[in-house]
């Protein structure tokens, strides 16, 4: 019996400001066969959120039960909120042969390669750190104060990028989208 060929699991990551949740929501509109995982959280819906669209809401006693049971491929906490990625709905996507994405910071995605070893991260890099620091002061929606630790934080996730399997560098959202399905169809027989 020939091994079946399946996609692995990429995981997108950057620094704050590199434009992941831009390209990846280009990607959902033009690839809708790409399966983009939902993370759970612990934070309260926004206005027109829906629970199992945007995120799945849970309580505080409902996440420490994810992170017991090993249900979590990778958590984190985010200004006083928990936001973590469901491990059952991941593996059920693969397992089906779909590509499946996920957008997650740093530290999950080298929880997700620990867990599983054969993921592909994939780094967003800006064209440069001054076009970097144009998106982040651009947005004119945070404090000086804000955006200066965001760029503190920009410094060691740049830093990283060598952990990574490969970087694309954000010059186009349908550029990197294009590249990033290509990678995500390469199967780990590759």
Known sequence: ??????????VLSGPSGVGKSTVVAHMRKVHPE????????TRKPRPGEQHGVQYFFVTD??????????????????AGNRYGTPRRAVQERLEAGEPVLLEIDLQGARQVKESMPDSQ?????P??????????????TESS????????????????????????????????????????LLTSGE
Do not use: C, H, Q, Y
């Open 61 to 78: 006693d409902e996440f420490d039960k994810l992170i017991a049971n090993g249900e979590l491929l990778e958590w984190a906490e985010f």
């Open 121 to 125: 991260l994939v780094f967003l890099a």
């Open 145 to 184: 104060e804000v955006i200066a630790r965001r760029l503190d934080a920009a410094k060691i996730e740049l830093a990283a990028e060598t952990e990574f399997d490969t970087t694309l560098v954000n010059t186009s959202v349908e550029d990197v989208a294009r590249e990033l399905l290509a990678l995500m």
């Open 127 to 140: 064209p440069s750190w001054d076009e970097l620091v144009r998106r982040l002061t651009g947005r004119g």
């Open 34 to 41: 790409v399966w983009l995982s939902v993370s759970a959280t």
């Open 1 to 10: 019996m020939a091994a079946e060929v399946r996609p692995r699991l990429t």
